[in-house]
């Protein structure tokens, strides 16, 4: 679901991500993934590990899909507040925080707050694989996966620039030279 954060912005919102218990499910059931697969893994070992019955895990998500995408979800959330975030000055691709800055110094800044984060969780970059792996673009007809198209519309019409839009931009601006031979 889509909700206006206090500060007047619009963000994604699931109920899930208020609930302690399922926040440490996921916890949990992302490191399994990473570890097991996503394939290997059962509903009954995320159970165990996170300390919870099974009845439990069932009632916050019915099948291992859902868990599977409320997961990637908060991976994708974790990467993004990482990644656009210097301080509290603001993001590290924000046109307003480098106002005058060109396409190729915003693309080395933002490069750097992805590699700093692969590098600190690199759990992150292996869940992400093997979710593209199971799922690639077909999604399994449940809330999660509705809820994670919805996130991802989202995170692309409200996002700051991709990077390859600020790329595009240093093409233009002439910081980013367009002929390169490989």
């Given at each position: 679901?889509?909700?206006?954060?206090?500060?007047?912005?619009?963000?994604?919102?699931?109920?899930?991500?208020?609930?302690?218990?399922?926040?440490?499910?996921?916890?949990?059931?992302?490191?399994?993934?990473?570890?097991?697969?996503?394939?290997?893994?059962?509903?009954?070992?995320?159970?165990?590990?996170?300390?919870?019955?099974?009845?439990?895990?069932?009632?916050?998500?019915?099948?291992?899909?859902n868990?599977?995408?409320?997961?990637?979800?908060?991976v994708?959330?974790?990467?993004?507040?990482?990644?656009?975030t210097?301080?509290?000055?603001?993001?590290?691709?924000?046109?307003?925080?480098?106002?005058?800055?060109?396409?190729?110094?915003?693309?080395?800044f933002?490069?750097?707050?992805?590699?700093?984060?692969?590098?600190?969780?690199?759990?992150?970059?292996?869940?992400?694989?093997?979710?593209?792996?199971?799922?690639?673009?077909?999604?399994?007809?449940?809330?999660a996966?509705?809820?994670?198209?919805?996130?991802?519309?989202?995170?692309?019409a409200?996002?700051?620039?991709?990077?390859?839009?600020?790329?595009?931009?240093?093409?233009?601006?002439?910081?980013i030279?367009?002929?390169?031979?490989?």
């Amino acid at each position: 679901s889509i909700r206006e954060a206090e500060n007047g912005k619009v963000q994604f919102y699931a109920p899930v991500f208020d609930d302690p218990i399922a926040e440490k499910i996921l916890n949990v059931a992302t490191q399994l993934f990473v570890d097991q697969g996503l394939r290997a893994t059962e509903m009954k070992d995320v159970a165990v590990k996170a300390g919870v019955n099974r009845r439990m895990l069932y009632r916050r998500f019915a099948t291992k899909d859902n868990l599977a995408f409320y997961a990637m979800i908060k991976v994708i959330k974790s990467i993004q507040a990482a990644t656009t975030t210097t301080d509290r000055q603001g993001s590290i691709l924000d046109p307003f925080i480098f106002q005058g800055a060109n396409g190729y110094e915003r693309l080395k800044f933002g490069l750097h707050g992805y590699i700093a984060q692969f590098l600190k969780f690199p759990d992150q970059v292996i869940f992400i694989a093997k979710f593209d792996s199971i799922y690639g673009d077909i999604y399994p007809d449940i809330q999660a996966a509705d809820e994670y198209k919805e996130f991802i519309n989202l995170a692309e019409a409200v996002s700051l620039p991709s990077l390859a839009e600020i790329i595009r931009e240093g093409m233009i601006d002439g910081s980013i030279k367009t002929d390169l031979e490989p």
